[in-house]
């Protein structure tokens, strides 16, 4: 096909296409990207394609590279092609009756194509779902997490300890420098509001403390509950009197992952029947045992807030509570 466009040496120049032969999967921009071209341009050598009607055994049209006719032939190397397509130089008449023949579709090969895609979606989706409920019973295990839940509150307590330690810190100077005379009772009133700030903060310390314990327990509790309405055809298998084996009970763990009923009802499963489960797979049983942990970090909570927070050398402390030092 020639262009009337010249370079600044006014050779003709040649309009290079390549032919695609497609399978029913491919969106337009992606076969832009990969030809090095514009859905737009695929659009306007195809006579105004519908991008939505790209059905399996359809023909189109690829725009290439202008070349000089005087130092290309006018093909395209197969192997800067990802599609691997059937490629050739093109004929201007050819060019000029694909244009009217590739709005012609076969009605059957269409639906054929929309239900492929249908599917691909379809599943697309499902595999995008499972995901996402794979990294919500991920982030339920570690919420449950006993390590973790001390952890939360051994941080709570040491930031209002540092918090509460630069108060007294200040309080202590103040104090230091009125008895030295450096400073004068004009500062009994801030001496009285670091107290006061002090014994806010050690409060504060205990509330935050126990909210943490109360919300742990809370989820453990909400764990341990079965919901009947999330529970699904598997729930039956386990319950026939079936001999299930451990790549039967993977599958439905992945099938219902982010259930936490069913986590549980075919962790249950694999306990009493001696069933070891791979580690990403376990979900642990034994929630009364960790509720009652808990009151022992309620204690801690109470005693270290109650008298050791503001006492001498507290960090210390708390960390002999949590079996750090």
């Known amino acids: 096909m020639k262009n009337n466009n ?16 497609l399978d029913g999967t491919e969106f337009l921009g992606t076969i832009a990207r990969q030809f090095g071209t514009t859905t737009e341009a695929i659009e306007k050598m195809n006579g105004g394609l519908d991008t939505t009607e790209l ?8 725009p290439g590279q202008l070349i000089s006719d005087e130092t290309g032939n006018g093909h395209i ?17 050819e ?3 694909n244009k009217t023949t590739t709005k012609t579709e076969a009605p059957a090969e269409k639906a054929k194509t929309r239900s492929t ?18 990294r919500e019973l991920e982030k339920t295990r570690r919420e449950l997490d006993t390590n973790n839940f001390v952890n939360r509150v051994y941080v709570s307590l040491k930031d209002a300890t540092d918090e509460i330690s630069r108060l007294k810190a200040e309080r202590e100077s103040i104090v230091a420098r009125q008895k030295s005379g450096e400073l004068g009772h004009a500062y009994d009133k801030e ?49 026939m009197g079936i001999s299930l084996t451990k790549e039967d009970l993977v599958a439905m763990l992945e099938r219902n992952a982010g259930n936490q009923t069913m986590q549980r009802l075919i962790n249950d499963y694999a306990s009493k029947n001696n069933i070891e489960l791979p580690g990403e797979y376990r979900y642990d049983l034994d929630m009364k045992a960790r509720i009652e942990s808990t009151e022992a970090v309620r204690t801690i909570v109470e005693v270290y807030c109650g008298r050791w927070i503001v006492g001498k050398d507290p960090l210390n402390m708390l960390n002999r509570f949590f079996g750090l030092s």
């Open 6 to 21: 010249t370079n600044t040496s006014n050779t003709n120049r040649i309009q290079v296409a390549t032919q695609v032969t």
């Open 77 to 93: 190397s197969a192997s800067t092609h990802k599609l691997k397509p059937i490629y050739r130089e093109m004929t201007e008449s």
């Open 55 to 62: 059905y399996r055994g359809r023909t189109i049209l690829v």
């Open 117 to 134: 895609l249908a599917t691909a979606w379809t599943n697309w989706n499902e595999r995008n779902k499972t995901a996402d409920l794979k």
């Open 191 to 239: 001496v009285t509001n670091l107290g006061v700030e002090i014994s806010k903060r050690t409060k504060q310390a205990e509330t935050d403390g126990f909210k943490l314990v109360d919300e742990y327990v809370e989820a453990l509790r909400a764990a341990q509950t079965l919901n009947p309405a999330h529970m699904t055809a598997d729930a039956q298998f386990l319950q």
């Open 95 to 97: 060019m000029e009756n």
